[in-house]
């Protein structure tokens, strides 16, 4: 029964073949203007690519969508673009539609099954356009069963071939497939006993062998016309049938890929022999000893023997690189199967840690060992700079403080030269912020923010950068000799976003931990208004950061006590009674509150830094 389940196993894959056939030639009359393309490609990646990158030892090629022009280019890694591959935008088009922009070839296939494969990921795409697109027309069921095959982990095989879409990666990548065994042996035996251990020579070989028929066949003609023997047209008929037998067979293996089976033979051999030296591996720079119950040495490992030597000691004495309760600890290890605690050994000027434990299936103890010397000689070094490391840190701190508060104030001062009635403006400006931040650290809508370590040293070196969008104001603006008219105030307004879109460039390049942060909120939103009525985003409440909030009570009190050409200075009292009258409206009421309680602070500081011009 064996035989006949064989016999109907063979026929049902010659079916399986012929009906396979059928398909490819669906499927080059169904994409014909993908298929020129794919032809012309796949023999150009043959006869001129994949054999460059085999001399060079590559075994995979990427090609790459381009969003350009839609065609395929090849890739060299990092983006850019090796060469491009013109007269593939119908192709790249199709392809595009299953998902991944990336395509990963193996360089051993042939043009026959590179093309092959780009006809079945045509085909297949129309199910991958259907799942992705609900409005997209049903495929058919052939085409869905493909997609899912591509999609799913094992991958879909035909024609010799395994395509596998691999999303995450945005990648498809095509390589060869397992056939059957028996062609895989079959194949294997032909290259063993032949001259050359590429199966592309195989292909080359078919034409050969079907001259060769045909030879055979004129001269099994010319004997029967010559001597007409009844055997004669048994070896003709035999000669045609068996060549084209074995021509169609090499047709068929030279696309096997044959050498899968002693890959994976070569992997379980190298599996094996990692097993058997993962105890003791030849290359392993530490030392190693198998040790018996009583201390005995049963083996040491190249490592182990190289520090003997250097340590003048022979195989017997051992036991002078091992700690002294040595027994102890192999007792204790033959007990336990995890491995016993680090312990450190002084001999001979060499610091040894050892660490034990029970060897496997055996009443024996694996002592894995580190000449830990160098580190020991490490740790004095860094002793020694640990002594004044704090020295060096806080003269490194101060000098990253002492360079960004430079930073903050030249950029400053370039905006506020354009203006020559600020003056103070950027001292007396900080110093509020901090008088605010020092008053509302404690309070409980504030504190998780301010009670931070350094978050109110960076307020007050931030502070200044809040009109740094004022270089982008035209002078006829900024500097005008009287009140702004509607539409110059809406341009004077995009002051905010301009030094706001700047501080975001700069914080993006030195990280959004930067002292940078502060200044952006700043510098944008230092206009908004507590019931949203302020600019440029129109902000309210609780959306408009601390340090905006702060930014300003601080920049309109100043703004009030500053004399302009257009008004005259307020004394405090008018002042404050201003930013009072703002509570809930233009200012956070909590703010408003902390001024109200530093006030005499802010009496001071406008003292402290009064411009000469100022009453």
């Given at each position: 029964m064996d035989w006949l389940r064989n016999g109907f196993r063979k026929l049902a894959g010659a079916w399986r073949e012929a009906c396979g056939n059928v398909f490819f030639l669906y499927l080059r009359v169904h994409f014909r203007a993908e298929f020129r393309q794919a032809h012309s490609l796949a023999d150009r990646l043959e006869d001129d690519i994949f054999g460059e990158l085999l001399d060079t030892g590559r075994s995979q090629l990427l090609l790459t969508i381009s969003d350009s022009d839609d065609a395929l280019v090849l890739a060299a890694g990092e983006g850019k673009i090796d060469r491009s591959l013109p007269g593939t935008d119908r192709l790249a088009a199709g392809l595009a539609k299953i998902g991944p922009r990336n395509l990963l070839l193996d360089t051993r296939l042939t043009s026959e099954q590179i093309l092959k494969a780009f006809l079945l990921v045509l085909y297949a795409g129309e199910g991958f356009a259907a799942n992705n697109d609900a409005g997209s027309p049903q495929p058919r069921r052939r085409a869905r069963r493909l997609a899912g095959a591509i999609a799913s982990d094992t991958g879909l095989r035909r024609f010799a071939t395994l395509i596998h879409a691999i999303p995450d990666m945005g990648l498809l990548e095509i390589e060869y497939a397992y056939t059957e065994k028996l062609s895989a042996r079959m194949i294997d035996v032909w290259l063993r006993l032949g001259r050359t251990k590429d199966h592309r020579t195989l292909s080359a070989a078919a034409p050969k062998l079907g001259l060769f028929t045909a030879l055979l066949v004129m001269i099994d003609l010319l004997l029967w016309t010559y001597h007409p023997v009844s055997g004669l047209w048994f070896g003709v008929a035999a000669a045609v049938f068996l060549g084209g037998m074995v021509t169609y067979l090499i047709f068929m293996l030279s696309s096997v890929q044959y050498d899968?089976?002693?890959?994976?033979?070569?992997?379980?051999?190298?599996?094996?022999?990692?097993?058997?030296?993962?105890?003791?591996?030849?290359?392993?720079?530490?030392?190693?000893?198998?040790?018996?119950?009583?201390?005995?040495?049963?083996?040491?490992?190249?490592?182990?023997?190289?520090?003997?030597?250097?340590?003048?000691?022979?195989?017997?004495?051992?036991?002078?690189?091992?700690?002294?309760?040595?027994?102890?600890?192999?007792?204790?290890?033959?007990?336990?199967?995890?491995?016993?605690?680090?312990?450190?050994?002084?001999?001979?000027?060499?610091?040894?840690?050892?660490?034990?434990?029970?060897?496997?299936?055996?009443?024996?103890?694996?002592?894995?060992?580190?000449?830990?010397?160098?580190?020991?000689?490490?740790?004095?070094?860094?002793?020694?700079?640990?002594?004044?490391?704090?020295?060096?840190?806080?003269?490194?701190?101060?000098?990253?403080?002492?360079?960004?508060?430079?930073?903050?104030?030249?950029?400053?001062?370039?905006?506020?030269?354009?203006?020559?009635?600020?003056?103070?403006?950027?001292?007396?400006?900080?110093?509020?912020?901090r008088a605010l931040a020092e008053a509302l650290k404690d309070h409980p809508r504030f504190s998780e923010l301010l009670q931070q370590p350094?978050?109110?040293?960076?307020?007050?070196?931030?502070?200044?950068?809040?009109?740094?969008?004022?270089?982008?104001?035209?002078?006829?603006?900024?500097?005008?000799?009287?009140?702004?008219?509607?539409?110059?105030?809406?341009?004077?307004?995009?002051?905010?976003?301009?030094?706001?879109?700047?501080?975001?460039?700069?914080?993006?390049?030195?990280?959004?931990?930067?002292?940078?942060?502060?200044?952006?909120?700043?510098?944008?939103?230092?206009?908004?208004?507590w019931d949203g009525s302020g600019y440029p985003h129109g902000l309210k409440g609780e959306e408009i950061p601390i340090s905006a909030r702060l930014m300003a009570v601080a920049d309109v009190y100043d703004a009030l006590r500053s004399e302009r050409c257009y008004k005259?200075?307020?004394?405090?009292?008018?002042?404050?009674?201003?930013?009072?009258?703002?509570?809930?409206?233009?200012?956070?009421?909590?703010?408003?509150?902390?001024?109200?309680?530093?006030?005499?602070?802010?009496?001071?500081?406008?003292?402290?830094?009064?411009?000469?011009?100022?009453?």
């Open positions: 899968r089976e002693h890959r994976d033979a070569l992997l379980k051999d190298s599996l094996r022999e990692i097993t058997d030296l993962s105890h003791f591996p030849l290359r392993n720079p530490n030392p190693n000893l198998k040790l018996g119950a009583a201390g005995e040495l049963l083996y040491a490992n190249p490592a182990a023997e190289t520090l003997l030597k250097k340590l003048d000691l022979s195989r017997e004495q051992a036991r002078e690189i091992l700690p002294e309760d040595v027994l102890e600890r192999l007792a204790g290890a033959l007990q336990e199967e995890g491995q016993s605690e680090e312990v450190e050994v002084q001999t001979r000027g060499r610091t040894l840690r050892w660490r034990f434990s029970r060897f496997p299936k055996q009443r024996a103890v694996l002592a894995t060992g580190v000449d830990v010397s160098p580190l020991k000689a490490l740790e004095l070094e860094l002793r020694d700079w640990n002594e004044t490391l704090e020295e060096r840190v806080q003269a490194r701190s101060l000098e990253i403080l002492l360079t960004q508060d430079v930073t903050i104030m030249s950029l400053s001062t370039l905006a506020e030269c354009r203006d020559p009635d600020t003056g103070a403006h950027l001292e007396r400006t900080r110093n509020y912020v350094g978050v109110i040293d960076q307020l007050y070196r931030s502070a200044p950068l809040h009109d740094i969008g004022k270089v982008g104001t035209r002078d006829a603006i900024l500097l005008k000799n009287g009140r702004l008219d509607e539409d110059e105030f809406e341009i004077m307004k995009q002051h905010a976003v301009l030094g706001g879109d700047t501080l975001r460039w700069a914080e993006a390049r030195l990280g959004t931990n930067s002292f940078l942060q502060f200044a952006r909120e700043i510098a944008y939103y230092h206009h908004e208004k005259k200075s307020l004394s405090h009292e008018e002042a404050r009674d201003m930013i009072a009258g703002g509570t809930g409206s233009h200012f956070d009421p909590a703010v408003v509150e902390a001024f109200l309680n530093v006030e005499e602070k802010f009496i001071e500081i406008a003292e402290q830094y009064a411009e000469t011009n100022q009453e």
